[in-house]
């Protein structure tokens, strides 16, 4: 018996593993074959971004920056090759190598590409990334809703009320579910004292998501505290511990949701 669970087990890592492997040879199979074009066409950008892409993917960084770095070294400059490195840069938080890529490749485009503005915006300060994200979501670029969500809450901490409600209202047309924007949303009712929109806001999100009401109602009390709201942050906390308290049994076991529940708990005390 014990001898026939061993032996199933090993079964099942390998169809677990077969996969990865399969997929980790083809990546490998690729770079070398991209590694045979570099060879023989060196001064051919294209070729080491692909392989930079590869390496990537291939989760090994060094390579990858190498790869960019080469491209960038081309002559005449190749413009997507500096808009890569600043990508590549940004996340891996090296901002001022980012900075100096992106300006790089601003420099050689007298029409930047959605993508380029893109960046531009993360790259900035909030007041200063608002116009870039209006042109990126202005594009053709089908912007996701985390673009919206970052756009917002750009134009929030900048203190520019007119575009946020923009990306609010743009944003929430192509997402109307989305968490994050409704909550940006009631932020932007409380910063101008509209305590009662505000709770419209949230009431959406508890309508949308009955099923994270625990969550939604925690997120929701440390929005009224940031905003100076303590009667509203303790009932939305006492909200939440009701909404844990009526879920099944073999939800209430839920590790991260009974972590949750003792932060609320702890914060209640206070």
């Not at 960046?119 to 300060?125: D, G, T, V």
């Amino acid at each position: 018996m014990l001898a026939n669970l061993k032996a199933m087990r090993g079964l099942l890592l390998l169809l677990i593993l077969a996969p990865l492997a399969a997929g980790h040879e083809d990546l490998h199979k690729q770079i070398t074959e991209i590694s045979v074009k570099i060879a023989s066409a060196p001064n051919d950008p294209q070729f080491w971004l692909a392989r930079a892409d590869l390496h990537q993917s291939h989760r090994d960084p060094k390579a990858a920056r190498h790869d960019l770095l080469e491209a960038t070294l081309i002559q005449p400059p190749f413009p997507l090759a500096f808009l890569k490195l600043a990508q590549f840069e940004r996340k891996r938080g090296e901002i001022p190598l980012a900075q100096i890529a992106l300006a790089k490749h601003l420099s050689l485009v007298t029409d930047p590409a959605p993508q380029a503005h893109r960046e531009k915006a993360l790259l900035s300060a909030p007041a200063e990334a608002i116009e870039p994200w209006q042109h990126f979501l202005k594009s053709k670029a089908e912007p996701s809703m985390h673009d919206f969500t970052l756009a917002a809450q750009a134009a929030f901490d900048g203190e520019d009320q007119e575009a946020t409600r923009e990306f609010l209202k743009s944003g929430l047309n192509r997402h109307p579910k989305s968490i994050q924007l409704h909550q940006i949303n009631a932020r932007t009712f409380l910063a101008k004292k509209d305590a009662k929109s505000a709770e419209q806001s949230f009431g959406i999100l508890k309508l949308l998501y009955p099923n994270l009401l625990v969550k939604l109602n925690y997120e929701e009390s440390l929005i009224w505290a940031k905003h100076e709201h303590p009667t509203h942050a303790h009932q939305a906390l006492l909200s939440a511990l009701k909404a844990y308290h009526q879920l099944p049994a073999r939800l209430q076991k839920n590790r991260d949701l009974q972590n949750l529940v003792a932060k609320i708990q702890t914060t209640l005390r206070k």
